[in-house]
């Protein structure tokens, strides 16, 4: 079995106040694996831990307690951040430089040079969609646009994780779906890919695995089809039948030569399991 590509153990982050004689608990007790490939999805309210826990991921925040460890390093080894690519929610960029001028300096960074910087950078303006908009300043592109130069320079060392810290924070619906889009193609081509959001349609659409911070607690983690399972009742066409009446209805759709195409069980939306989660 392969290593994973998270691994985070009984780890717990406080933060002392200023002036006081005590402290916050940002994260508690926590315990959390994303498996290599997986799109996985952090999500919680507003001052639940999901940052805390990112950038202790990242190795940018110590933990109090406990390790993380990132495909086998722990990730307060510098050596641990070559495998990943991280878009902050808020990023910056020198707005003066074009989009591929912007790539060719991440690209450097990074260590590129000569043909194949030149290369990347046309993969990378290709990939997000913006080949067109390659020599423009970045003090011109839109929101979507900026998220999207992010994620490219986020890839452009070619990482095997991609850390994404909302990455649709204030995008039109249009800029959301193409980066919705990216991701999926990131899963497509083998790259893990970590998240957090707010927008849980979005997450529902894209992640294998969600895992759900109340009060720096993981209250809910499991795969996103199990999670939203409703136990005890099976859809058909109809609702409030027995398992008998579904099986009665399959022999009669059988024998009059048609196919049952499908029998599941009912979903709750990421929302509901999202806000019954928290709820204090």
């Given at each position: 079995?392969?290593?994973?590509?998270?691994?985070?153990?009984?780890?717990?982050?406080?933060f002392?106040?200023?002036f006081?004689?005590?402290?916050?608990?940002a994260?508690?007790?926590?315990?959390?694996q994303v498996?290599?490939?997986q799109v996985?999805?952090?999500?919680g309210?507003?001052?639940?831990g999901?940052?805390?826990t990112?950038?202790?991921?990242?190795g940018?925040?110590?933990?109090?307690?406990?390790?993380?460890e990132?495909?086998?390093?722990?990730?307060?080894?510098?050596?641990?951040?070559e495998?990943?690519?991280?878009?902050?929610?808020s990023p910056?960029?020198y707005?003066?430089l074009?989009?591929?001028?912007t790539?060719?300096f991440?690209g450097?960074l990074?260590?590129?040079?000569?043909?194949?910087?030149v290369?990347?950078v046309d993969e990378?303006?290709e990939?997000?969609?913006l080949?067109?908009?390659?020599?423009?300043?970045l003090?011109?592109y839109?929101k979507?646009?900026l998220?999207?130069?992010?994620?490219a320079q986020?890839?452009?060392?070619?990482?095997?994780l991609?850390v994404?810290d909302?990455?649709?924070?204030?995008v039109?619906?249009v800029?959301s779906r193409?980066?919705?889009?990216?991701i999926l193609?990131?899963?497509?081509?083998?790259?893990?890919?970590?998240?957090?959001?707010?927008?849980?349609?979005?997450?529902?659409?894209?992640?294998?695995?969600?895992?759900?911070?109340a009060?720096?607690?993981l209250?809910r983690?499991?795969?996103?089809?199990?999670?939203?399972?409703?136990e005890?009742?099976?859809?058909?066409v109809?609702?409030?039948?027995?398992?008998?009446?579904?099986?009665?209805?399959?022999?009669?759709?059988?024998?009059?030569?048609?196919?049952?195409?499908e029998?599941r069980?009912?979903?709750?939306t990421?929302?509901r399991?999202?806000l019954d989660?928290t709820?204090k």
């Amino acid at each position: 079995m392969s290593e994973p590509a998270v691994a985070v153990t009984g780890v717990t982050k406080t933060f002392p106040v200023p002036f006081k004689r005590q402290s916050v608990i940002a994260v508690r007790d926590l315990n959390l694996q994303v498996e290599a490939g997986q799109v996985y999805g952090l999500l919680g309210p507003n001052g639940s831990g999901k940052s805390t826990t990112l950038k202790i991921i990242l190795g940018l925040v110590s933990p109090t307690r406990g390790t993380a460890e990132i495909f086998g390093r722990e990730s307060k080894e510098v050596a641990s951040r070559e495998a990943v690519g991280f878009l902050p929610e808020s990023p910056y960029f020198y707005k003066y430089l074009t989009g591929a001028e912007t790539l060719r300096f991440y690209g450097k960074l990074c260590g590129l040079r000569g043909p194949k910087l030149v290369t990347r950078v046309d993969e990378l303006l290709e990939l997000v969609g913006l080949t067109n908009a390659r020599d423009r300043r970045l003090g011109g592109y839109s929101k979507g646009m900026l998220q999207r130069i992010g994620l490219a320079q986020a890839l452009v060392h070619e990482p095997r994780l991609v850390v994404l810290d909302e990455p649709t924070a204030g995008v039109d619906p249009v800029g959301s779906r193409e980066i919705r889009d990216l991701i999926l193609d990131l899963k497509r081509r083998g790259i893990t890919v970590l998240l957090s959001s707010h927008l849980l349609d979005q997450v529902q659409e894209v992640c294998d695995r969600v895992g759900i911070l109340a009060d720096g607690i993981l209250v809910r983690d499991g795969p996103v089809d199990e999670l939203l399972a409703v136990e005890n009742r099976t859809e058909v066409v109809f609702e409030n039948g027995s398992d008998e009446l579904g099986q009665q209805l399959e022999t009669l759709i059988r024998a009059a030569g048609g196919q049952l195409i499908e029998r599941r069980k009912s979903r709750k939306t990421l929302e509901r399991l999202f806000l019954d989660a928290t709820r204090k």
